[in-house]
């Protein structure tokens, strides 16, 4: 006899296998609820997702190559270069007087950015057969560098400050905080329906599993690697014009503390570090959790560094429980490099 019970509990223990840091999530937050002293006042839920907006728009960005088994370490740089970029543009540029067009141009420039290095970053993975932890290592490295030089050169201080107040509404200042969250949602439906209704979502996932089969396919290998590397890098360049209108000032160093916590929202949440599974949807559950312990630490008054640890474990946990989880489900994963192709 059917039993609507029995379906029921098999669709949620399907739910919790494909996706198990959503139950970690679910208690947790009952125990922030429950345990971290001004955590359900209005203004830090307020907090807690604006800071997770910008990180998900730069998580998005970066699921997509993790999803090729790649990884793109320029991405800090880019959100750094493109924060001080973008407000010299507004601050300091012939065109500050006029932020009507200052702010277009300034985010433009940031976003340019972002697809400029994204461009470089794919070209090098699939035209010189770099891998991608080589390739976006030497571009975080330059970039970054160019960042720090750049604002060493017309400003005296680390920070570019002076931007237009009406910048700050994109950052979610006073009653426009919603702003920045509609932006991110609209960004990770965007990445959602490429990876799951598109041809160059399944394509995304062939090649993860096995670029060399999928090449041997006809699939567009480089030609959607490329995509993948420059969708990292406008992903980056936006949450760059987020994070500076948030913080008020372009700043060299707006990168430097970002990047773990990326990849931790990225591997925590569920996508495979060997390429082909896993998703947006699992990267979103893993900024909720991981914007999550940190608001409630910085409650709690746990220093950065104590973080950094409680951090380096999860991604440490998550990678052993994902591969255990697909050596006992006897799925076989092959690392998907660009260039094996």
């Not at 951090?311 to 255990?324: F, K, Y």
Request: glycine share 12%.
């Amino acid at each position: 006899m059917h039993n609507p019970s029995s379906d029921c509990q098999r669709k949620v223990w399907s739910i919790f296998r494909e996706m198990p840091i959503l139950p970690l999530l679910i208690v947790s937050f009952l125990g922030a609820i429950a345990g971290v002293p001004y955590f359900c006042t209005v203004g830090n839920l307020r907090n807690y997702l604006l800071q997770s907006s910008d990180l998900l728009i730069i998580s998005c960005g970066l699921t997509f190559v993790v999803l090729n088994g790649g990884i793109d370490f320029s991405i800090t740089s880019i959100l750094t270069l493109g924060s001080v970029a973008g407000a010299y543009v507004m601050a300091l540029s012939p065109l500050a007087a006029t932020p009507a067009l200052s702010i277009p141009v300034a985010i433009a420039v940031m976003m340019g950015i972002g697809l400029l290095v994204g461009m470089v970053n794919g070209l090098a993975v699939t035209q010189l057969k770099m891998p991608s932890f080589v390739a976006t290592l030497a571009t975080q490295l330059v970039v970054g560098g160019l960042a720090v030089q750049f604002t060493s050169m017309v400003s005296a201080t680390s920070s570019i400050a002076g931007l237009p107040e009406v910048f700050f509404v994109l950052g979610g200042e006073g009653r426009f905080f919603f702003v920045p969250i509609l932006i991110a949602v609209a960004v990770w439906l965007f990445s959602w329906w490429l990876l799951e209704r598109t041809l160059f979502g399944q394509w995304v996932y062939a090649i993860g599993v096995n670029p060399k089969a999928s090449f041997i396919s006809g699939l567009p290998v480089k030609r959607t690697i490329v995509g993948l590397m420059v969708l990292s890098g406008v992903c980056a360049g936006l949450a760059s014009v987020i994070a500076t209108a948030r913080n008020g000032v372009g700043m060299s160093s707006l990168g430097d503390k970002m990047f773990l916590t990326t990849i931790a929202s990225v591997i925590v949440g569920g996508t495979n570090t060997s390429g082909g599974h896993g998703g947006v949807m699992h990267t979103l559950l893993g900024v909720l959790f991981i914007t999550l312990l940190n608001n409630a630490l910085n409650l709690l008054g746990v220093g950065w560094y104590t973080m950094m640890i409680v951090l380096g474990g999860l991604i440490l946990l998550s990678a052993m429980s994902t591969h255990l989880l697909n050596s006992r489900a006897g799925w076989t994963w092959k690392k998907g490099q660009a260039s094996d192709v």
